[in-house]
Structure formats: structure tokens, C-alpha cells
T-cell receptor
Framework: GAGVSQSPSNKVTEKGKDVELRCDPI?????LYWYRQSLGQGLEFLIYFQGNSAPDKSGLPSDRFSAERTGGSVSTLTIQRTQQEDSAVYLC????????????FGPGTRLTVT | AQKITQTQPGMFVQEKEAVTLDCTYD???????LFWYKQPSSGEMIFLIY??????QNATEGRYSLNFQKARKSANLVISASQLGDSAMYFC??????????FGPGTRLSVLP
């Protein structure tokens, strides 16, 4: 079956512009996660959606970052007024439930802020 | 708060040898899961193996096994018969019910021919 997909795969934007990154999770997966990975670094948790519960936004680095998940499926991560330090790979993952199931990752979106 | 420690930034292993990648964790919760992921240079994250905190047997998946020592709070990954394609970053992660995943900083494994 189809895995997690993300779009765009690459995004170059000018400092100060807004960007939207999209994630399509595996069908039927109720949990969805966003992470950020800077070059050569580990994964930085951003936000976690579980079913209809309020999302865990504790990892969002500033109020310029927001995310929504519509209909319990597709998610969009929005970064407003992008800064150069926002340049990274943004990874989305989904899992069957929010209990103890493994995550399946998308290929990521590489964001470059010039 | 949960925390994952991976003390080996880089490891080398000879092809066909076994290698152990260390992972220790910290949590006060009794119910949790431990995961290992592989990230090759291409960037995708690949799930390798899972161990539940109540599992009595160590998890195994093909050449991967997880050496789970609950009292020591360690969950080391053992790769047997290393292959050149095993060269990658390896991340240990933990999840407590109702909370997000926590990842360690990773270990870069290089398999030498």
C-alpha cells in the first residue's frame, strides 16, 4: 500500500515569506507527527496529532510555526515569516495509533531559506 | 521527562562482524515502547525493531536484535553479520503512552569492507 507522502520534496524560499508543507499519512493511521532535522543532526519533535484529541504542540519552536490536520488525515505545517535558521528537512510520520506502534516516515521536505 | 542517550557518535565494524549500538533511556513510566530506526544517506527513516516494556523476550527481526535490560534502562541494538548496506545513522527512540516519541542523537555506523 501507499506510504507516507510529503510535498513538496524541495522548497526554496526567501527570508520573510510564508511556506506550507503537506503530509499525507498512511490511510487508517490515527497518529501523525512532524519533526525537523537539521543537517547531520537528530530529530527535533515539532507537533503530534492523535485522533480527535488536541494536538501536542510542545515542540513548536516559535509562534511562527503552526500545523493543522484536516479530517483526521492530511496535515499541513505552516511556517510564517521564514528565517534562515528554519532551513532543514521536515519529516512527517504516521502510526496506526498513538499507543505503542512504530512510526512510518515520509521522504521529507527539504526547506532552504535564502 | 523522557530522555534517550546514545553515547557513540560513530562506530566502525568490519563486514560480516556483529556490532552493538548502545541506547539508554530515562522514564518514570512503566508502560513504554523502544524503537530503533535506520537512516541511510538517502535520508529516509526506516523502522527496524520494537521492544515493549512488558515484553519478556528480547525482540528479534532478522539480523537485528534488541538487547533489553529493563533494570539498567538500556535497549542496545545488535546487528549480526554486518553488510556494507548497514552503513547509516541509527536512532533509538522511546514512546510513552499518550506522549510523543523521543529520539536519541543517533550513532553513525560505518561498515568496512
Amino acid at each position: 500500500g501507499a506510504g507516507v507522502s510529503q510535498s513538496p520534496s524541495n522548497k526554496v524560499t526567501e527570508k520573510g515569506k510564508d511556506v506550507e508543507l503537506r503530509c499525507d499519512p498512511i490511510s487508517g493511521h490515527t497518529a501523525l507527527y512532524w519533526y525537523r532535522q537539521s543537517l547531520g543532526q537528530g530529530l527535533e519533535f515539532l507537533i503530534y496529532f492523535q485522533g480527535n484529541s488536541a494536538p501536542d504542540k510542545s515542540g513548536l519552536p516559535s509562534d511562527r510555526f503552526s500545523a493543522e490536520r484536516t479530517g483526521g488525515s492530511v496535515s499541513t505545517l505552516t511556517i510564517q515569516r521564514t528565517q534562515q535558521e528554519d532551513s532543514a528537512v521536515y519529516l512527517c510520520a504516521s502510526s496506526l495509533t498513538g499507543v505503542l506502534h512504530e512510526q512510518y516516515f515520509g521522504p521529507g521536505t527539504r526547506l532552504t531559506v535564502t | 521527562a523522557q530522555k534517550i542517550t546514545q553515547t557513540q557518535p560513530g562506530m566502525f565494524v568490519q563486514e560480516k562482524e556483529a556490532v552493538t549500538l548502545d541506547c539508554t533511556y530515562d522514564t518514570s513510566d512503566q508502560s513504554y515502547g523502544l524503537f530503533w530506526y535506520k537512516q541511510p544517506s538517502s535520508g529516509e527513516m526506516i523502522f527496524l525493531i520494537y521492544q515493549g516494556s512488558y515484553d519478556e523476550q528480547n525482540a528479534t527481526e532478522g539480523r537485528y536484535s534488541l538487547n533489553f535490560q529493563k533494570a539498567r534502562k538500556s535497549a542496545n541494538l545488535v546487528i549480526s553479520a554486518s553488510q556494507l548496506g548497514d552503513s547509516a545513522m541509527y536512532f533509538c527512540a522511546m514512546k510513552v503512552y499518550g506522549q510523543n516519541f523521543v529520539f536519541g542523537p543517533g550513532t553513525r555506523l560505518s561498515v568496512l569492507p
